[in-house]
């Protein structure tokens, strides 16, 4: 057998062996036989050498033709191969499937409530403002008209951080702060944490939120303290709201008054939540004491002014029928997962 037929028989084994080939494993295989240092085409090129000139030429081309031949042939299936591995990869994906539901975070049940009240109190004009925590009974207390005597300085109404400091017992201390820094108007809502020693209970933490509202301005009058409080009401627990006002005592307020609206499980009839009176008490305001006036050193005679606080939780729990405050501080997500 001539050296011209032994090429063409490799070519046709090479042929044969590329058309049954199934894997890229086989395919790996028949690439080192053919191509390899030690395969038969190698092997030819190499006898070529003591080969007169004519015919080292032309077995040279043939065997090198082929040889490329085999090359591309390898390469083609190669990249076969792979692009049905992806198809396989692609069917074996079930796009009918349900996906993975992830489980996003939400806002506490408490800050929802804080941004409902501060966007309506943003609607009407108000501003919102910040103040600390740790306090001074000047800020307080005593700027406020809450004279040392009084029965909330009482240690046991206040948790008292070494002396002089405090953790503030109501967001009112906020008032004075703002007052000492700005001159009116002012027109500002004060969101935040305020703290007592009372003992726990379904209705009571040592910790928990008010939201603080002031204005001052030359011809503020009851009125718009009223007014003001009524349409939050209206927005906060819807339009058929009544609001009703009750004498009341505050040091930094005179006069003073609570609030109520008419219960918003009963509609007013009576009934549990409300206790049989269809009233609920919502929060606390009044005309600005003189007396803050001239402890922030306000113009008695230019000035007027009203101011408000409510507590959040209570808020918060009438509005969606939650019957225990502990709830909220437990990060109980069964709990927080309704108010997603
Ligand atoms: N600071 C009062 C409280 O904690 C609420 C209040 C604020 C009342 C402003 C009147 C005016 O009970």
């Known amino acids: 057998m001539d050296l011209f037929e032994k090429i063409e028989n490799i070519k046709k084994e090479f042929e044969k062996n590329i058309d049954e080939c199934l894997d890229a494993k086989r395919l790996e295989e028949i690439r080192t036989l053919y191509l390899g240092r030690k395969s038969e085409f190698t092997q030819i090129l190499k006898s070529l050498a003591s080969l007169p000139e004519e015919t080292r030429r032309e077995l040279g081309k043939k065997a090198n033709d082929c040889k490329n031949y085999a090359a591309s042939k390898i390469e083609e299936l190669a990249k076969q191969l792979e692009s049905r591995s992806e198809d396989k990869q692609r069917a074996s994906l079930d796009v009918t499937l349900p996906g993975i539901i992830k489980k996003e975070g939400s806002l506490h049940p408490l800050t929802q409530t804080i941004s409902r009240i501060s966007d309506i109190f943003i609607s009407l004009g108000f501003a919102i403002a910040d103040g600390p925590e740790i306090e001074t009974e000047f800020y307080n207390f005593e700027a406020l008209n809450i004279p040392l005597d009084h029965p909330s300085r009482d240690a046991f109404d206040t948790f008292y951080i070494q002396g002089k400091y405090l953790l503030r017992s109501h967001t009112s201390n906020v008032q004075i702060r703002i007052m000492r820094e700005t001159e009116p108007p002012i027109q500002v809502i004060m969101p ?65 008054v609570e609030i109520d609206i008419s219960c918003i499980m009963c509609s007013g009839k009576g009934c549990r939540v409300c206790s049989g009176s269809g009233w609920l008490e919502i929060m606390g305001a009044g005309m600005v004491n003189p007396k803050v006036f001239k402890a922030v050193g306000y113009d008695n005679e230019k000035y007027k002014g009203f101011a408000f606080g409510m507590g959040v939780e209570r808020i918060a729990m009438l509005s969606h029928g939650i019957d225990d405050i502990r709830l909220f501080y437990e990060n109980d997500v069964r709990f927080l997962r309704q108010f997603v």
Do not use: N, W
Not at 202 to 213: C, I, K, L, R
Not at 240 to 248: A, N, S, V
């Open 192 to 256: 935040g944490r305020v703290y007592r020693p009372d003992a726990v209970d379904a209705s009571h933490s040592f910790m928990f939120h008010q939201v603080e509202g002031l204005m001052v301005d030359k011809k503020i009058s009851f009125s718009d303290l009223k007014g003001i409080l009524s349409i939050f009401c209206r927005s906060m627990f819807g339009e058929k709201t009544k609001t009703r006002l009750r004498p009341h005592f505050f040091p930094f307020t005179e006069p003073s």
